[in-house]
């Protein structure tokens, strides 16, 4: 319902949602980024304030079974402590300065089998981690 609400013409949002068609995902899912009330590179102490304040009401709002889509690195580190349980796929960001990285992966994904494949696994994973591009520093797999 959201998506056909108008957020489907967010250019944020229709990258991540040709992510999730690459990745033929057809049901719910959560997708969360850190600073939702801030805009580009807010400062640490504002990514910290964000993801407790919101992150968190996002994953008790949203269904245990729902995979969450975490869009940034700073997302996806606070989805691993956040929601321990659930299935988290990493991925840059879509816009700023890792929106090159998002579009170079979203290709991989297109063009490589082995790649999709294993992005699906994962989805269906329940409590899977994993982060789409180049290794983090810390691997968040479990």
């Not at 033929?24 to 910290?48: F, H, I, Q, Y």
């Not at 009401?57 to 606070?78: H, K, M, N, S, T």
Request: net charge positive.
């Amino acid at each position: 319902m959201a998506w056909q609400s108008g957020v489907k013409n967010v250019p944020y949002f229709t990258m991540l949602k040709r992510l999730l068609d690459i990745l033929n995902v057809r049901g719910p899912v959560l997708w969360t980024d850190v600073a939702k009330c801030e805009g580009r590179s807010p400062p640490e102490e504002t990514r910290m304030i964000c993801s407790q304040k919101f992150m968190s009401r996002e994953f008790a709002a949203a269904p245990q079974e729902w995979p969450v889509i975490a869009a940034g690195r700073d997302a996806y580190a606070a989805s691993g402590y956040m929601a321990a349980l659930r299935t988290v796929i990493g991925f840059y960001h879509p816009t700023g300065r890792n929106g090159q990285q998002f579009r170079l992966q979203l290709s991989r994904l297109e063009n490589d089998q082995v790649f999709r494949e294993e992005m699906n696994t994962a989805l269906h994973s329940q409590g899977a981690r994993k982060w789409v591009g180049k290794q983090l520093a810390v691997d968040l797999a479990r």
